[in-house]
């Protein structure tokens, strides 16, 4: 069972929490191999993807973070990629939360409307810059967002 | 917005003065070479003297001829690349007591707003990071 489908089968605890990490690599690195090709950062997050997916079976832990690039400006397909993976994870966030706007959803939403403001056709490399970094934000808050609602009604039972 | 001509003029609560500039153009950098490897004080003096049209030729190439031939054949690059994005640089000059420049990049959308941000910030002796704009700090 892929990560896309698992996160919809497990019911809320350790285990969906894991899943959903595998779903939101896996998502992660779709859209970027899709906008921008294969890279370093697209072979990690499918390996962390593959470690969560074993974690959600009850194997190994689950990572902190999303795969981070080690320079500091991308490229327009980059952020393409990263701006397609944000949106997605942010739609199954809102879905779970039924809601189109919900407050949990804040500080993802801050980072998206920087995007927003940002967001032009061939934008120099400081603008790129920026971009990246409220992306990567944007997706991290998403990431760790997720892993807490999907544990949801274990954290409330303890 | 213009490259040659500030569109606001601003003074500190110090005393400090600015020049705001608005352009699409990023200006290529000025790069002098580095020096020739001339050697002092060895050989013939006679010989040291006729090296001396050579040392201020390379010196002239050096500091002033190559660095401007490679500002005109990067300009019009420069130029079109300005023109063909929608990003917009606001930079603040000040000339005194030694010529600092910081920048800013925004939109075309926002430019107005961010600009209004930026000279009040500067008026109250602050650099603002508004909505809608990087700010890149000190250029080199």
New interface residues.
């Given amino acids: 069972m892929s990560a896309y489908e698992l996160v919809d089968e497990l019911p809320s605890g350790a285990a969906r929490a894991a899943a959903w990490a595998a779903y939101a690599l896996t998502t992660y690195a779709d859209k970027l191999l899709a906008a921008d090709g294969t890279s370093d950062v697209v072979a990690e997050a499918y390996a962390r993807a593959a470690a969560c997916l074993d974690a959600a079976r009850g194997v190994g832990g689950v990572p902190d973070a999303l795969p981070h690039w080690r320079t500091p400006v991308r490229t327009w397909e980059q952020l393409v990629g990263m701006r397609d993976a944000l949106d997605a994870l942010r739609t199954y966030l809102a879905y779970e939360l039924k809601s189109a706007a919900p407050p949990e959803l804040a500080r993802v939403d801050a980072q998206l409307a920087?995007v927003d403001?940002?967001w032009?056709?061939?934008?120099?490399p400081?603008?790129r810059?920026?971009l990246g970094s409220a992306l990567a934000i944007g997706l991290d808050e998403a990431y760790s967002l997720g892993r807490r609602l999907m544990a949801a009604s274990e954290i409330s039972a303890q | 917005m213009g490259l040659f001509r500030p569109a606001r003029t601003v003074t500190g609560p110090h005393g400090d003065y600015w020049e705001v500039y608005v352009s699409k153009t990023a200006l290529p950098a000025w790069r002098e070479s580095k020096p020739g490897g001339f050697e002092y004080g060895v050989g013939d003096p006679r010989g040291d003297l006729l090296e001396l049209p050579f040392m201020l030729l390379g010196a002239l190439w050096g500091m002033l001829i190559a660095p401007l031939l490679r500002f005109l054949v990067l300009l019009p690059a420069s130029f079109v690349r300005g023109r063909r994005s929608r990003a917009v640089r606001i930079e603040a000059v000040s000339g005194f007591p030694h010529r600092e420049v910081f920048l800013w990049t925004t939109t075309d959308d926002g430019v107005d707003r961010v600009l209004d941000e930026i000279v009040n910030g500067l008026a109250a002796g602050k650099f603002v990071q508004p909505d809608g704009a990087v700010y890149s700090g000190r250029e080199d």
């Fill in positions: 920087r403001q940002l032009i056709e061939r934008p120099p400081e603008i810059g920026a």
